[in-house]
């Protein structure tokens, strides 16, 4: 029994495919395997988020998930979210407003951040707390983290908008 | 706290993962979203030998209307029951539930046949289940059954589905014309298991309560009906009066067990609050 079971899955943008013990979580085989350490474990029990990651396009913990359920699947970590620049004004924004301070929870915040961000419109400072109900900061107090999402979902609204503009201009 | 070992198989059928259970004898436990099961086998609140994987058995998928039945899958998601145009409107107080089950991310993976198979005391989707009288679909390799949530909610995570034996689907009695219904809870914050919840089934004829289910969640060991409560609205026009009477009882019908952080009085007390908003929102919406 429990001998490791051959997985393969797509991990920031790379086929992977190698043994794993069914008892390893996805958090530890990206950690410990892959060497993927921005991915933190906090609790370990789904309650701080530290160690969320994208699962074939949804935001997951990965501490609540065997690394052989995800076998087939498409894994995104906070460094295949930093390497292709989907963050990078996130991160921007995080830095300006010292919305981290130890920066243990921040890679868990960049995800909720980003899953809220995928959706269309300016989230309120309520839908922002209600997104970031399952992601504990020991540090900042959150204020700063929930300013940091704001000015980016602004920036980036601004952005489209004008980009909108220039497409119906020229 | 890391799980203890165990092996690990994935069937793509029904029958597929009945046989294996089966065959593994009564050590084996299927995992659907794992939201509730991996946390547990972290914390070796249980160490099954075999886990059986039923995520990707196509069966156990989908949302369907059947005649005046809504059929959701047991696979389906939290995430899925907040945005499925279906849901919202047949099975409408499932919606309603839907953003104060757990966070995000764990919306994107629990579904709603592990909720209901899991029955926690403190789950949204089990007591809305009861509160739409719903039926359960359960396979086993004798056959298939269809069990009324009023007889499938037992005890502490203790419900009808049998060792071994599957939750496929959800049957939800779609909404007619005459329903009116609220669905409320108090947490601490939003996300976290309610300190009280509730939802309210009623229907009206002529203006005047033909029948109503009133079902709690957090105050006992399973969902609860306030049975004395409904049966006073019963016949009745729903008026200030009428949610007054249904407040008075509805302690009566709850036994909310010794809690530290929040006492029997209190929930009691939450209870009958509750209850009188929910009732306060119907008789507007039937205004
Ligand atoms: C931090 C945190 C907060 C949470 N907050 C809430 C909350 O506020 N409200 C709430 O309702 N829930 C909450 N949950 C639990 C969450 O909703 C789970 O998703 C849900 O309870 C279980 O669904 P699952 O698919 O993940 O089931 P799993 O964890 O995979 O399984 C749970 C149990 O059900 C059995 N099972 C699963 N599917 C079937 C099936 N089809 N047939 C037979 N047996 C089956 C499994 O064998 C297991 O025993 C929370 C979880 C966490 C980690
Ligand atoms: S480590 Fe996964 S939620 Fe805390
Ligand atoms: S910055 Fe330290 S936990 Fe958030």
């Known amino acids: 029994m429990s001998e490791p079971i051959n997985v393969s899955m797509t991990v920031n943008g790379s086929r992977v495919s190698c043994g794993v013990e069914p008892r390893s979580t996805l958090a530890d085989f990206l950690r410990q395997t892959l060497a993927l350490t921005g991915t933190h474990t906090g609790c370990e029990m789904g309650v701080c988020g530290a160690c969320l990651v994208v699962v074939d396009g949804r935001v997951v913990h990965s501490c609540l998930m065997f690394a052989v359920q995800a076998g087939g699947s498409v894994i995104e970590t906070v460094e295949g979210l930093t390497e292709r620049a989907a963050i990078a004004d996130l991160q921007d924004a995080f830095h300006l407003r010292n919305a981290l301070q130890c920066g243990f929870c921040t890679p868990g915040m960049l995800m909720t951040a980003y899953s809220l961000l995928s959706q269309p419109g300016i989230p309120t400072r309520d839908e922002i707390r209600d997104a970031l109900s399952g992601n504990y900061c020991r540090c900042t107090g959150y204020e700063a983290i929930v300013d940091a999402i704001e000015n980016v979902a602004r920036d980036r609204d601004a952005a489209s908008i004008a980009q909108t503009r220039e497409e119906a201009g020229a | 706290m890391k799980a203890r070992a165990f092996s690990y198989a994935r069937p793509s059928t029904v029958m597929e993962a009945l046989e294996t259970f089966a065959d593994a004898g009564e050590d084996a436990s299927y995992v659907a979203g794992g939201q509730s099961l991996v946390p547990a086998l972290a914390l070796r609140l249980q160490a099954p030998q075999l886990l059986i994987d039923i995520a990707h058995i196509e069966a156990l998928r989908g949302v369907e209307l059947q005649g005046g039945w809504l059929r959701i899958g047991a696979l389906t998601r939290h995430c899925e029951v907040l945005t499925d145009p279906l849901i ?200």
């Open chain 2, 88 to 287: 919202a409107r047949h099975a409408p107080l499932y919606h309603a539930a839907a953003p104060h089950v757990a966070h995000p991310a764990i919306r994107n993976r629990g579904t709603i046949g592990g909720s209901i198979s899991h029955s926690d005391p403190a789950s949204e989707f089990p007591a809305m289940t009861l509160a739409m009288g719903a039926e359960l679909e359960l396979v086993s390799r004798t056959g298939t059954r269809r069990v009324a949530a009023d007889d499938f909610f037992i005890d502490l995570f203790q419900t009808a589905i049998e060792p071994g034996e599957l939750l496929v689907a959800i049957h939800v009695p779609v909404i007619r014309p005459g329903h009116r219904w609220a669905f409320h809870e108090f947490a601490r914050r939003r996300g976290d298991y309610a300190l009280v919840g509730c939802g309210v089934l009623a229907e009206f004829s002529d203006g005047l309560i033909e029948q109503a289910r009133i079902v709690f969640f957090s105050v006992g060991n399973t969902p609860l009906r306030a049975r004395q409560a409904e049966q006073c609205l019963i016949g009745k026009r729903l008026d200030e009066a009428a949610v007054a009477a249904a407040q008075a009882l509805v302690g009566g019908d709850l036994d909310p067990p010794e809690d530290e952080h929040v006492p029997p009085a209190m929930k009691r007390h939450l209870a009958r609050v509750l209850l009188g908003r929910l009732l306060g929102q119907i008789m507007r919406q039937d205004s």
